[in-house]
């Protein structure tokens, strides 16, 4: 009787203490009686801490990749403004010189047609020159097609006035400027057409020659011709037939290669 009355005031002197009084262990249970835990998901952990990572790394740059997409719109918005200014000076150049154009005396019908080399009024001769000095001040001050056009208009104006040398010194500086396709083509061929006509047939070989090896497609095939036949007028037969051969190995479907065939023609037969 004592040792039940003992276990019974020992168990409400728990209950009294707030303590639990140990239960038996149960199967499964884990050891000292506490809950089960479940397992930890360690996949579900490593991707979460993946995730707050990357977030970290986007958090602590942000300031960083908005600087880098400020600089590339700001390279963006300078490059629009410079091709814009660029054009804007191109229609400005074309305006000048298209007021030139207006200003200048109508040519003379036997001029246009080839039968008189220059303008027989002195009157209209000077004002001829006049133009042509116009245009060259406009394009010692422009650049790129601009220039080339000025330095062309100045050296048909020189020619129309009579004047080979200026001309001949104004499509020089047309050729200077490297101007690319065919505006830059064709400021070369008249320079070179230039020179074989004051006599330099070997300044304009070297040029053709040079527009030949560099330009693509029909323009390139122009000035081999060009240079062919331009050995061919010069007496040299040698020279004018390996030219035609060369164009005719090297572009064997051209448009031109009726020409070229002529030239060889003619040059076989001796004529």
Known sequence: MANRKQ???AARTGEQDGETPDLPLQPGDPPGGGPAQPFPDHEKDALFKAQMTVQQMVIGHWKFGLALIA???LAVLGFGLWEAHGEDAQRAVQAKIAKIDRKMPKENPLVAAGFSPTEPDANVVAQVQEGAR????IAQEAEGTGAVTAWMRAAAAWERAGDTESAKGAYASAHEVGASGVV???ASSAYASALSLNGDVDGSVAILREMADSA???LGEQAL???AELYEDAGRPGESRAAYTEFSTK???SVLTD???SGLARLGSGQ
């Open 7 to 9: 276990r019974r005031a």
């Open 71 to 73: 600089v590339v719109l």
């Open 134 to 137: 116009r245009f060259e001040a």
């Open 184 to 186: 830059g083509w064709s």
């Open 216 to 218: 693509t497609g029909i």
């Open 225 to 227: 011709l060009t240079l």
């Open 251 to 253: 572009h064997p479907q």
């Open 259 to 261: 020409r070229v065939n």
